[in-house]
């Protein structure tokens, strides 16, 4: 069984051609996401008139065939694999990492290995004291793959049950950067809209405005701006929903740059931009988000713990890029 049914062939006109064929694809084939898209191009399962096309970001020809060739789903049993981590802190009960962009949180088809959970059991090892009778690592919050930034994981039963209620009564100190289409306005306030799973597409969550969702409250603020189109801006979260970021700033018109899932096609904000700016924004291969800063009591020494990093390479050369 496949993660999706397989989509169907798609054949380039020419008003395709040009563009980088993995925003091509994402934007006819509506089921998978740009960034689960240039994983299979990766792996060799995109042919382009039946031979692999492996390379992203290579330009649409038109008249050509693209075929998506999902691989079967295997049943995932997290194994250790010894990846690097930039370990930010570490005792008996829990580790503070910077995930970088690209790293899927737990394994699922099509990510059956390589992620946060392979890399923590081999890294914490026989620190692993048993969580739910497994010994496992215990992951109280998530980062999308795509996103970066500061994630604490528990160690112990203890850690992990004190951890969990801290983020469930809000009692966690978040904070994230992000570059956006557009200008908010005002330049701080608040997002406060229910997210759900949006009722035409369930691999998408959506602000519902009829009940049905969960209550979602972002607080953000401008930086700076660039040429009246694009924002970097902070947010901060008063309650932690999938994609919340991503969903209220679609939502309110500002789709994250990048965005593989919630910016469907060019934002009107992209043609008053310089070309330079424009082409690095439209083509940044990512969601423009990263989770700088991470606050929580300490669940054993009841110490005040804070974590910060700088945003990774691939967003501070899109910033210098834009201005």
Same mark, same amino acid.
């Given at each position: ?6 989509? #169907? ?18 934007? #006819?084939?509506? /089921? ?18 039946? @031979? ?95 996103? @970066? ?38 330049? @701080? ?26 209550? #979602? ?21 008063? /309650? ?36 330079? #700016? ?46």
């Amino acid at each position: 069984m496949t993660d999706t049914a397989p989509p #169907a062939p798609v054949i380039a006109t020419a008003d395709d051609a040009g563009q980088r064929t993995d925003r091509f694809i994402a934007s #006819a084939v509506t /089921t998978l996401s740009r960034s689960r898209i240039k994983s299979l191009m990766e792996s060799g399962h995109l042919l382009r008139n039946g @031979s692999p096309l492996r390379d992203p970001a290579e330009p649409v020809r038109a008249g050509m065939c693209y075929e998506i060739h999902l691989p079967p789903a295997i049943p995932a049993t997290p194994q250790g694999q010894d990846i690097g981590l930039d370990v930010l802190y570490e005792d008996r009960d829990l580790i503070v990492l910077d995930k970088p962009a690209g790293m899927v949180v737990h394994p699922a088809p099509g990510n059956e290995d390589g992620t946060l959970v392979n890399a923590l059991l081999a890294h914490c090892g026989e620190g692993l004291t048993g969580i739910g009778g497994e010994k496992r690592p215990g992951i109280v919050h998530r980062l999308d793959k795509d996103t @970066s930034g500061v994630m604490v994981a528990a160690k112990t039963e203890m850690a992990h049950q004190a951890l969990s209620l801290a983020f469930a009564e809000r009692r966690i100190d978040r904070a994230y950067q992000a570059i956006c289409w557009g200008i908010p306005t005002p330049a @701080s306030g608040s997002f406060d809209g229910a997210i759900g799973r949006d009722r035409r597409d369930r691999k998408r969550m959506a602000v519902i405005a009829n009940g049905g969702g969960k209550a #979602a409250l972002t607080h953000y603020r401008i930086l700076d701006t660039f040429h009246g189109g694009l924002s970097h801006v902070e947010c901060r979260l008063a /309650t932690g929903r999938t994609h919340q970021i991503r969903v209220h700033f679609a939502h309110a018109g500002h789709a994250l740059v990048g965005d593989p899932v919630y910016l469907r096609r060019i934002p009107a904000a992209a043609r008053g931009l310089p070309p330079d #700016a424009k082409h690095a924004a439209l083509d940044f291969a990512r969601q423009a988000l990263h989770a700088r800063r991470l606050g929580f009591i300490h669940p054993r020494s009841g110490e005040q713990m804070l974590f910060e990093t700088a945003p990774p390479e691939d967003f501070r050369q899109l910033l210098d890029s834009i201005v």
